[in-house]
């Protein structure tokens, strides 16, 4: 009579430590690999961005965002509050204006704000009169100072008309004199990092679309290399230390999605 022992191989266990553990594993692997991708690109974006706008790029910071559906997404962006600023004379000879009027239930809030809106852009010299942050968002544009000169020539031929019809609508006109405006501004950052990217009116320097290029030629497939130990090796543990980024709003998403679509390989 033959008796026949069997027993697991060592290595059963660790496989089978493995298959327990491979849902979360997995999941761990999903939220690393674009936060990963996302430092990398805030590093190379850092270190090919020109320096001469104002705060740019030390404003820059990678960021997630609230999980969306299935998608686990991060990026990298400016923080809120450097959308607002308040402008310095320094600024008037670079910095043009556009007003856009604020609406409630379908109707504006203010036709003084619609009349300048119709005379967009403005500089700071010229706009005759300053809304309030209900009646009207103010965005700022850093500019050339030829551009600013032949908005702000084009304007003062227009202010007669423009100064009438305001003061129909009974709001006060600023003094000629005044530059400095009482409030903050939107500061249209993607605008002035375009300008550059692209060489619009400026001297050009490229430095979003290759660090962007770089993902998919190098940081990509090396990232998923240093990863592929949390889903094949049972001994590995690293994918138990969860290293999350900064999280932004949702929200911020919609803010970047246009800058996004002209700066990815093919965008305009």
């Known amino acids: ?40 690109l805030h ?8 320096s001469d706008l104002p705060g740019y790029p030390d404003m820059l910071k990678a960021v997630e965002f609230p999980r969306q559906g299935d998608w686990q997404i991060a990026g990298v962006i400016p923080p809120g509050w450097n959308f607002s600023q308040r402008l310095k004379t320094s600024d008037a000879q670079r910095t043009i204006l556009t ?33 309030t942050r209900r009646e009207a968002s103010l965005v700022s544009r850093r ?17 007669p008309a423009i100064v009438a019809e305001l003061r129909e609508l009974g709001v006060s006109i600023r003094p000629k004199d005044k530059v400095l405006l009482g409030r903050r501004v ?5 605008f002035e990092i375009l300008r550059r990217e692209k ?17 998919f030629s190098q940081h990509l497939k090396k990232t998923m290399k240093e990863l592929a130990p949390w889903m094949s090796d049972p001994e590995n543990e690293e994918w138990e230390a969860r290293q999350n980024l900064p999280v932004e709003a949702a929200s911020v998403i919609k803010r970047v999605q246009e800058f996004q679509k002209r700066i990815v390989p093919g965008g305009a």
């Open 1 to 40: 009579m033959l008796e026949f022992h069997v027993k697991p191989a060592p290595g059963n266990k660790k496989t089978r430590k493995l298959i327990d553990q491979w849902p979360q594993r997995l999941e761990a692997f999903i939220e690393a690999l674009p936060r990963r991708i996302a430092e990398q």
């Open 186 to 190: 939107t500061r249209d950052l993607a």
């Open 143 to 159: 500019v050339n100072e030829q551009d600013v000169k032949d908005i702000e020539q084009q304007r003062q031929l227009d202010r």
């Open 99 to 131: 007003v856009k009027p604020k609406m409630v239930g379908g109707k504006v809030v203010s036709e003084a704000a619609v009349v300048l809106a119709r005379n967009n852009p403005w500089t700071m010299a010229t706009l005759p009169w300053e809304p």
């Open 199 to 215: 060489g619009i009116g400026v001297p050009g320097h490229a430095h979003w679309r290759p660090a962007v290029q770089a993902i």
């Open 43 to 50: 590093q190379d974006v850092v270190k090919l961005a020109p």
